[in-house]
């Protein structure tokens, strides 16, 4: 059988996450250690084409790679037929479009979350993907990672019994940008950009609640903006419109408590940036990106609450690690090598863009909930 060549235009590359995670990490990677093998003998071999609006920054990025295909033009590009996928990676508020355009011009499509500026509009590019007939993805790269991957391991061989409960610690201090440069852009502050870690955290929780753990059907949430002040990229003061961090509880639909605080204004006291706590009546376990803990309920101590004495206690010995048991690739590519199946030969692929809509949509219930004070219940969305 022939190899499958796949076009794919890349828009957004010349930021951190495309560039690195996307571009190197899982296009090129893919491509060097040539390509997807599929069960027919056949491989699927990805061609990128670099998109986006600064000519000097795709040059270099062309250059340094070897590449020769790359446009500040994005019509032009989707008019070529040699281009399959249309992949998007820029700042939420210029991504509805592009969408938009490379549905139009019958293009599969995957892009990072959130799909769009809000539910309504993520519905209706879920909606006109599926009226167009082509195959969509949103980028869910947590679920990709060793730490989550060995926690579905947990859940899917019965190791917690019932669960009770999910508590997720999330975030790091972001410097102000004015004594030390920022880790993170400063759109990222500004609401008025698509900015706030509601809109770029929240999506990531609801796909691993529901994928792990079950379906959300309510949001309560508390917002703020710890931080008022921040330094851009030029070292010029401006005022942050964007929350900087949330704290929210979510509430299954098999009756378990979720419990995420997400922060980029706090310092580190845990093992890894993200931690996830489950408890379940038969076991409970401790999952990061790469790492996983667990307490049988056999192995699990019994704590006395004493103020008045020395705790004795040296709790965390007495959990254990889960090994590896395989060999874990990296999870922006092992999801890129699923959906390029998925293109060429309709293998499942459940995270598509109303997937990626139901994410949107806990981000607005938590970002309304914050507003009114109320908990807000999330109904079904659907495309129909």
């Not at 060793?146 to 409960?165: M, N, W």
């Not at 950009?193 to 949001?219: A, C, K, N, S």
């Amino acid at each position: 059988m022939s190899d499958r060549v796949l076009g794919i235009a890349m828009n957004g590359v010349t930021g951190r996450m495309g560039y690195r995670q996307h571009l190197t990490r899982s296009i090129l990677a893919i491509r060097d250690d040539g390509g997807i093998p599929l069960p027919d003998g056949s491989r699927i071999l990805p061609e990128p084409i670099l998109i986006g609006r600064s000519e000097r920054r795709l040059r270099e990025i062309a250059d340094r790679h070897g590449l020769d295909r790359w446009s500040t033009d994005l019509d032009s590009v989707l008019s070529d037929p040699d281009v399959s996928i249309y992949f998007d990676a820029q700042i939420t508020h210029a991504r509805e479009a592009a969408v938009r355009s490379a549905i139009a011009a019958g293009k599969h499509i995957y892009v990072e979350k959130p799909t769009a500026s809000t539910l309504d509009a993520a519905l209706e590019l879920a909606k006109l993907a599926e009226q167009a007939g082509v195959r969509n993805g949103v980028v869910q790269d947590k679920l990709f990672l060793p730490g989550l991957l060995k926690l579905r391991r947990l859940v899917e061989s019965g190791f917690f019994g019932e669960i009770l409960s999910v508590r997720g610690e999330f975030g790091y201090w972001v410097f102000e940008g004015d004594w030390q440069p920022a880790q993170r852009p400063s759109w990222n502050y500004r609401s008025e950009e698509g900015g706030g870690i509601v809109l770029d955290m929240f999506p990531h929780w609801h796909y691993v609640l529901e994928h792990l753990f079950g379906t959300v059907r309510t949001v309560t949430a508390r917002t703020a903006t710890h931080i008022p002040r921040r330094w851009d990229e030029n070292g010029l003061p401006y005022e942050a419109t964007a929350d900087d961090a949330a704290y929210g509880i979510f509430e299954l639909d098999n009756g378990a408590i979720a419990q995420i605080n997400s922060s980029w204004s706090v310092r580190v006291d845990r093992d890894e940036l993200v931690e996830f706590q489950v408890d379940g009546t038969h076991g409970s376990a401790v999952a990061g990106l790469r790492s996983c803990r667990v307490q049988h309920r056999s192995l699990t101590p019994k704590a006395v609450w004493d103020p008045d004495a020395v705790d004795p206690g040296r709790y965390r010995d007495g959990w254990e690690t889960v090994p590896d048991n395989t060999d874990f690739p990296n999870g922006f590519r092992a999801q890129w090598e699923d959906f390029l199946r998925h293109v060429v030969t309709d293998t499942p692929f459940p995270h598509d863009l109303l997937s990626g809509a139901r994410g949107l949509q806990m981000a607005e219930a938590g970002l309304e909930s914050a507003r009114t004070g109320r908990t807000v219940e999330l109904s079904e969305v659907s495309i129909r």
